[in-house]
């Protein structure tokens, strides 16, 4: 059974730094691609970014991020991470992870929450 799960989340001040994690357990098919989302409060689910696993090229898609988020793995472990900087009350919300397989399966982790306040 496929499983996908978030860690990391928690309270930061503004101006922090967090760490996420997404480790995926479980298949049988190989990690093409793991991408991170999140959803702000009353918000739409975003893509932030995308990592393809073999190469470690990663993107990030939301520009509210960029320059101060970056996404990186570990394939020993299929894991990715989501280090993030300079954080602000906007990047409050819960980021969740998914994993493309070489199947074309996709699956979602349950998300972690992260909140940034004083």
């Known amino acids: 059974q496929v499983q996908v799960a978030e860690s990391g989340g928690g309270l930061v001040q503004p101006g922090g730094s967090l760490r996420l994690s997404c480790a995926a357990s479980?298949?049988?098919?190989?990690?093409?691609?793991m991408r991170w989302y999140r959803q702000a409060p009353g918000k739409e689910r975003e893509l932030v970014g995308a990592?393809?696993?073999?190469?470690?090229?990663?993107?990030i898609s939301a520009n509210s991020v960029k320059g101060r988020f970056t996404i990186s793995r570990d394939n020993a472990k299929n894991t990715v991470y989501l280090q993030m900087n300079s954080l602000t009350p906007e990047d409050t919300g819960m980021y969740y992870c998914?994993?493309?397989?070489?199947?074309?399966?996709?699956?979602w982790g349950k998300g972690t929450l992260v909140t940034v306040s004083s």
């Open positions: 479980g298949f049988t098919s190989t990690v093409d691609m």
């Open positions: 990592i393809i696993f073999r190469s470690g090229l990663s993107t």
């Open positions: 998914n994993t493309v397989l070489s199947s074309s399966t996709i699956h």
